[in-house]
């Protein structure tokens, strides 16, 4: 069972730029891809990008694209989400997301087995 822990959060003024982590435990990180996503108050919760096994590949959404960026470090079994360019529509709690192992995902959330609980980015004008 694979155990996801997020930390990083915190509040921001517009324009500047904040690193979220994500510390797994109990699989093999390195076979897991690991994801972001996002919740706004009175939202859905919303894909931010994926990174690879072996983060040689992201993707991300349109509207962090060029402004966040997703790496990892599989000898710390770390992920990382720095946010450049921060708005105020960025307000949100991230989490963190994997597949199941070997596997590749997308944008829904029925396609990731394991979420963390969350930290809380707010992004003040």
């Known amino acids: 069972q694979v155990q996801l822990v997020e930390s990083g959060g915190g509040l921001v003024q517009a324009g500047g730029s904040l690193s979220l982590s994500c510390a797994a435990s109990?699989?093999?990180?390195?076979?897991?891809?690991m994801a972001w996503f996002r919740q706004a108050p009175g939202k859905e919760r919303e894909f931010v990008g994926i990174i690879s096994w072996v983060g040689g590949s992201a993707y991300y959404a349109d509207s962090v694209k060029g402004r966040f960026t997703i790496s990892r470090d599989n000898a710390k079994n770390m992920v990382y989400l720095q946010m450049n360019s921060l708005k105020p529509e960025d307000t949100a709690v991230y989490y963190c997301a994997a597949p199941q192992m070997g596997a590749m995902a997308g944008a829904e959330e029925s396609e990731y087995a394991y979420w963390g609980q969350g930290t809380q980015v707010t992004v003040s004008s």
């Open positions: 109990g699989g093999t990180f390195r076979y897991y891809a």
